[in-house]
C-alpha cells in the first residue's frame, strides 16, 4: 500500500449504530487530520494530531471521537449521527513542519439514515 | 476566520478552450495550495506557491500568487476532459493551518 488509505470506503448507518472509520499512512509523516467534505461546503477540518497528540478539536461534537494510537493510524469512533453528519470523511497527513503540504485519502462516504 | 472564495463555482467548456479559476480572500497567507479532487477520490496536491506575485507552471496549468499573497489564480490552457474535477485553493494561515475555499467544479466536454 501506499499513500493514504481509508476503509471502508462507504458507510450506510442507522443513527444508533456505532461505527469506526480507518485510516492509514504509508508516507512516514508526523501529522494526521480529520476532514468533513459537504456537498456545497468549504472542507471542514475536524481534528489534528501531531506526533499521535491531538492538538486541535474544531469544536466538533462529542459523537465523534478521534483515536490516534501511533503516527501512521487514525481512527474516527462514530456513535448516536444525527442525518445531517451524513458527508465525505477525508483523512490526510502531512510532516509537522509542513501541514500547508497535505496528502488526502480518497475518503469514506457516510450515509446516516 | 480566514475566508477563501472561489469562482466560479462551476465552469462548464469544450475540450480546447482556456479557462481561469480565482481564489481571493482579504487576509494574507504564509502561502497558498491548489487541489484537484476527481469523483470518489480524495484531493490532490498540485501546487503551492509562497511568495507574492510568484507564477507557477505545471506543463498547461498556471498558478499565480497576488502580489499582496492575498488571492491567486489558476489557468488552464487548451483544457482537456480528463482536466475535469474539483478545484479547491487552500490558504495556510499564520498559525499553520489551512483553510479552504468551496471549490470549483470544472466539466471539459469532448
Known amino acids: 500500500e501506499t499513500g493514504v488509505t481509508q476503509t471502508p470506503r462507504h458507510l450506510v448507518m442507522g443513527m444508533t449504530n456505532k461505527k469506526s472509520l480507518k485510516c492509514e499512512q504509508h508516507l512516514g509523516h508526523n501529522a494526521m487530520y480529520w476532514y468533513k467534505q459537504s456537498a456545497k461546503k468549504p472542507l471542514e477540518l475536524m481534528f489534528v494530531y501531531n506526533f499521535k497528540e491531538q492538538t486541535e478539536n474544531n469544536s466538533v461534537p462529542s459523537r465523534f471521537s478521534p483515536e490516534c494510537p501511533n503516527s501512521s493510524h487514525l481512527f474516527l469512533h462514530l456513535h448516536t449521527l444525527q442525518p445531517e453528519d451524513s458527508a465525505l470523511y477525508l483523512c490526510?497527513?502531512?510532516?509537522?513542519?509542513?501541514?500547508?503540504?497535505?496528502?488526502f485519502g480518497p475518503g469514506t462516504r457516510l450515509t446516516v439514515l | 476566520t480566514q475566508l477563501l472564495e472561489q469562482s466560479p463555482q462551476f465552469l462548464s467548456i469544450q475540450e480546447g478552450e482556456n479557462l481561469t479559476v480565482y481564489c481571493n480572500s482579504s487576509s494574507v497567507f504564509s502561502s497558498l495550495q491548489w487541489y484537484r479532487q476527481e469523483p470518489g477520490e480524495g484531493p490532490v496536491l498540485l501546487v503551492t506557491?509562497?511568495?507574492?506575485?510568484e507564477v507557477k507552471k505545471l506543463k498547461r496549468l498556471t498558478f499565480q500568487f497576488g502580489d499582496a499573497r492575498k488571492d491567486s489564480s489558476l489557468h488552464i490552457t487548451a483544457a482537456q476532459t480528463g482536466d475535469t474535477g474539483l478545484y479547491l485553493c487552500a490558504g495556510e494561515t499564520s498559525y499553520g493551518k489551512l483553510t479552504f475555499g468551496q471549490g470549483t467544479i470544472l466539466t471539459v466536454h469532448p
Open positions: 490526510a497527513s502531512s510532516q509537522v513542519r509542513r501541514q500547508n503540504e497535505q496528502f
Open positions: 506557491v509562497v511568495t507574492g506575485g
